[in-house]
T-cell receptor, first 113, second 113 residues
């Protein structure tokens, strides 16, 4: 069974601080996606990383895929209250149904003004 | 472009009752997914359709859950009979094809009492 472990589970910080959340697995994924989910809404895709060692930036968010394609990190610089939400990583299988995403439990981020 | 539509938004039922959820995917999207998201966890895939055919239903509890997508567009997910542990948010998502970006609906929050 493929599992994605996310840490920390909860994070409460002040506006302006930096943070990093992690997504780890013992399995190799063909790609990994990061989503943000707000209360009462479905997850919204932030980024997809495909190549081992890949780094992608989305404004103040930096995503990195591990060299072995087993782990990923999300770094937020100068967090803002609008960044508050549940951050989910999801790995896509190599074999079987390529559409099957395996989600982690998420990191619940709260940014206080 | 309209997003993925789901109804109802909320449902409260007693255990052993039946319930059905409806999903209208984004126009032209061939792939449709149903996910179950229990509080504090990431979404778990229940079933995946490609047009009106089932691609993956390995995690669907088939003794009580059923889903159909008869004309390859709208889909319904049914639970009969419901158990307390079925309390969750049921998310529908669609993508243009298998492996493409999935867009999620707002979900249906089910409470079984």
């Amino acid at each position: 069974t493929q599992l994605l472990e996310q840490s920390p589970q909860f994070l409460s910080i002040q506006e302006g601080e930096n943070l990093t959340v992690y997504c780890n697995s013992s399995s190799v994924f063909s790609s990994l996606q990061w989503y943000r989910q707000e209360p009462g809404e479905g997850p919204v895709l932030l980024v997809t990383v495909v190549t081992g060692g890949e780094v992608k930036k989305l404004k103040r968010l930096t995503f990195q895929f591990g060299d072995a394609r087993k782990d990923s990190s999300l770094h937020i610089t100068a967090a803002q209250p609008g960044d508050t939400g549940l951050y989910l990583c999801a790995g896509r299988n190599y074999g079987g149904s390529q559409g099957n995403l395996i989600f982690g439990k998420g990191t619940k981020l709260s940014v206080k003004p | 472009e309209a997003g993925v539509a789901q109804s109802p938004r909320y449902k409260i039922i007693e255990k052993r009752q039946s319930v059905a959820f409806w999903c209208n995917p984004i126009s032209g999207h061939a792939t449709l997914y149903w996910y179950q998201q229990i509080l504090g966890q990431g979404p778990k895939l229940l079933i995946q359709f490609q047009n009106n055919g089932v691609v993956d239903d390995s995690q669907l509890p088939k003794d009580r859950f059923s889903a159909e997508r008869l004309k390859g567009v709208d889909s319904t997910l049914k639970i009969q009979p419901a158990k307390l542990e079925d309390s969750a948010v049921y998310l529908c998502a669609s993508s243009f094809r298998i492996g493409a970006e999935a867009f999620f609906g707002q979900g249906t929050r089910l409470t079984v009492v």
